[in-house]
């Protein structure tokens, strides 16, 4: 990847998603979301609508994009139409938002400071369909195990928890204690090992998730692990609130390489292939 883009100290990145090949969306702390062209990095279309920073983007199937802001409501934009027009506003949570992720059999998950966890219709008018509730701080991170009808949630701060949802009866089924999950983008899935990856404070657990026990903690020395993404089938790359990206090996597991990437915090990491990250 050759060519880069900047932001001001005020326009920080918060999220980035790829919404094709040839195009990438960034939430930035203006309370735009900024459309780029990946081959020339030019904006493509600049989102408004939004009246705080945008926390977090998600693609949903439909080919539309939903976006969650600190102004404690969820967009909906039609990436079909020119100058992708924003189709619906959601009223979501009564603090805020933290992450959203698309859910099996036509549903969407938010999660919140207010504690909950709200599962949405993914079709007009875009209906609340269940309020989780559980948590004793800050929900911070979602993720839809692959294939199954579980959701895995995490805290941070005081509650330091992780939670595994039945998503057809709606209840907490496992609390794992002493879970540090401070960040929306810690939280991920490797199905071919059947582990999930949580960043903590210079750690990484190691969860699996068949059984929903820890396997293993690693320890680094880079603060807290803030942003995952996977690169193919042989490393994690992890982002920390300092700067620095880490590559976690997969086999063997262990840390191969720590740099300083950034003066700023890595809230978030885009796969462009297996071997480059955004």
Known sequence: FKKSITFSESEGIISLIRINDEKI??????????????????????LKGHSKAVAYLTLLDNKKLLSASDDLTMKIWNLYQKKYPCEYTITAHDSQIEKTIQLSKDRIASCSSDKTIKIWKDSPPYNLLKTLKGHSGVVTSIIQLKNREYLVSGSGKNEKTLKLWDLEKYEC????????????????????????????????TIVNSISFQVETIIEHTLSFSSSFAMLGDKYLV?????????????????????????????????????????
């Open 25 to 46: 969306a960034a939430s930035t702390n203006d309370a735009m979301i900024k459309i780029y062209d990946i081959n020339t990095m030019k904006i493509d279309a600049i």
């Open 173 to 204: 089924v496992k609390t794992l204690q002493k879970i540090h999950c401070c960040f929306a983008n810690a939280l991920v899935e490797y199905e071919k090992k059947n582990v999930i990856f949580v960043g903590g404070y210079a750690s990484i």
């Open 238 to 278: 992890f982002g920390t609130d300092e700067g620095y990206l880490g590559y976690l090996k997969m086999n063997p597991v262990g840390i191969v390489v720590c740099t300083k990437d950034n003066a700023n915090s890595i809230y978030s990491l885009l796969p462009i292939n297996e071997h480059t990250v955004m």
